[in-house]
């Protein structure tokens, strides 16, 4: 047991991913929601509207609805991992979100991050995520 954390504190891993067919187009997305003991509390994959979306707002959306199911599994401390270096990179102030689109998805992203006692986005490389990424390819077909 991690005696630094209370009792009511839960700490989570998200994976998340999402991609197009064509980009701009037919958008999918998956997250993988693991406790702190690396088992899965909650799996995710479908296609989503609106059509067309990009590849970039696509991983954005996944990671959305990711956050929202940890704070439904009442998670307070979280860390997000992504494959996309973008959403890593804006979230953490290392380059800038200058899309309006792009901007009202970093909004929601801290929005319900703002719910978390801790969030973290990092970036993981594609073989890290290479389960979320098959889950979302699995929209495709």
Known sequence: MDW???ENEKEGTLYFAGACRPNPGHAGIAYVLYDSHGYVVDEFNSLIDPYPL???AAHYRALIDGLRSASNFGFTHIVAC???ELISNQFNGRCA???PNMQRYQRKVRK???FFEDLQIQHVSEDENSYTRSLVQECFM
């Open 4 to 6: 630094s954390m209370a």
């Open 54 to 56: 990009s590849s970039n």
């Open 82 to 84: 992504g494959h996309l």
């Open 97 to 99: 979100c200058r899309k």
């Open 112 to 114: 319900i991050g703002s």
